[in-house]
């Protein structure tokens, strides 16, 4: 009679074994597919972020070009007006 319920205690054993392996091998599945979940989820926030930052960049390169197109022609006009005066000066000294 021991070794009756010596084998079904081992047989108790074995399936509760092969349950909780079974149910292991679920939850490693279930951790892998939410860890590809948020890899996903993270390139993607990344990709938004990178595409964010090109656009900034291109705004402020154009922004930039604007400015010193605006300062050289303002410097243009600046001295274009130093010019005029000078020719002014020189003429009425003449």
């Known amino acids: ?5 010596k084998e079904g205690d081992k047989t108790r054993l074995d399936a509760d074994c092969k349950r909780l392996s079974e149910e ?8 892998q597919i939410e860890t590809e979940k948020i890899n996903s ?5 990344t990709d938004d972020i990178s595409k964010d930052e090109s ?7 154009k ?3 604007e400015a010193e197109e605006k300062a050289d022609q303002e410097k243009n ?3 274009e ?3 005029e005066k000078e ?7 003449e």
């Open 1 to 5: 009679m021991a070794t009756k319920t």
């Open 24 to 31: 292991s091998d679920q939850l490693a599945q279930q951790i």
């Open 87 to 93: 020719l002014d000066l020189v003429e009425e000294n």
């Open 77 to 79: 006009e600046i001295d």
């Open 63 to 65: 922004e930039t070009l």
């Open 41 to 45: 989820d993270e390139k993607g926030s």
């Open 55 to 61: 656009e900034l960049e291109q705004k402020r390169t």
């Open 81 to 83: 007006s130093k010019t």
